[in-house]
């Protein structure tokens, strides 16, 4: 009986493990305090929620928040005063920003409203960014990042720089600087925050077709538009989780047909 409980345990933590690391983000009460000269702001008060691999998330909330402290924790660009965070089953809460900027560029492809684009590198180099900081910057590697250039439609614009582009294709080259490490996750920062609603559009045609390979998405946004077409809304208010609703693929299809009805109606103008 007890050998029978025993194997039915060790069944049951394997089934248990099996099912954690299906989660690509776990944080588990993830604080985050400043503390300035005068005063220490909770930007995060608490914070728990999962996010299984394959999802796409939208994080909503009013301004200050705390929004883009949980996205730049997440994504490994600042450390957790308390609590757990966990990425792909490791947990990286108290990591050294050594080892932590070794998850970001190993797991992990940021995209900011303002694009961070280098002004005097091209199309191209831009893209190659990451890797040659990681040192690995060959002929094959080149290959790779012209090739990202074309997925989003910037094929024929590899020695542009960002000035002679539009904000729209400004964002899809960062776009394809998150892949070049090929993320297990992409998160973006309001990143349709500067861009008109056909750009705005193309940006999640995009997100929508990362999705789709597997790739698991969390973005900020306070565009309800842009929120309708991820898997799953979650908000935040004062550092608190407010609420966590998941959108029917109905309600997705809908919001996405709705957006490529007023682009064509302001087309015709
Ligand atoms: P949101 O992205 O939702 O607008 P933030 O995460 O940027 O909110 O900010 C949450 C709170 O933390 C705000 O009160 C903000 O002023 C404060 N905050 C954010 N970053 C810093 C920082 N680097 N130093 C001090 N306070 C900050
Ligand atoms: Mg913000």
């Known amino acids: 009986m007890s050998i029978a409980s025993e194997h039915l345990n060790a069944a049951l ?13 776990e944080t588990r009460d993830l604080k985050k305090e400043y503390v300035l000269k005068s005063e220490t702001v909770r930007a995060l008060r608490g914070v728990s929620v999962s996010v299984p691999v394959g999802d796409y998330v939208a994080i909503m909330g009013p301004s200050g928040s705390g929004k ?20 792909g089953g490791e947990d990286v809460s108290k990591m050294s920003d050594d080892q932590l900027a070794e998850v970001r560029s190993k797991k992990i492809g940021f995209v900011f409203q303002s694009y961070n ?32 250039a074309a997925m989003v439609g910037l094929g024929d614009r590899l020695d542009h720089r960002p000035m002679q582009l539009s904000g729209g294709q400004q964002q899809r080259v960062a776009i394809a600087r998150s892949l070049v490490n090929d993320p297990e996750f992409v998160l973006a920062d309001e990143p349709t925050g500067n861009l008109d609603s056909r750009t705005t559009d193309e940006i999640l045609a995009l997100f929508d077709a990362l999705n789709n390979s597997g790739r698991t998405i969390v973005l900020v946004t306070h565009e309800d538009e842009v929120a309708k ?15 966590d609703v998941r959108n029917s693929e109905e309600g997705r299809l809908a919001a996405a047909e709705h957006q490529k ?9």
């Open 13 to 25: 933590g394997r089934v248990a493990i099996a099912a954690s690391s299906e989660l690509a983000i």
């Open 117 to 148: 684009l280098i002004q005097q590198l091209t199309v191209v180099e831009n893209i190659q960014v990451p890797l040659f900081y990681q040192g690995r910057l060959g002929p094959a590697e080149t290959k790779h990042c012209k090739d990202l």
């Open 261 to 269: 009805q007023m682009i064509a109606a302001i087309k015709e103008e």
């Open 229 to 243: 077409r991820a898997k799953r809304i979650v908000r935040l208010k004062d550092g608190l989780l407010q609420s």
């Open 68 to 87: 883009s402290t949980l996205l730049n924790l997440l994504g490994c660009l600042d450390q957790p005063t308390s609590g757990h965070l966990i990425l």
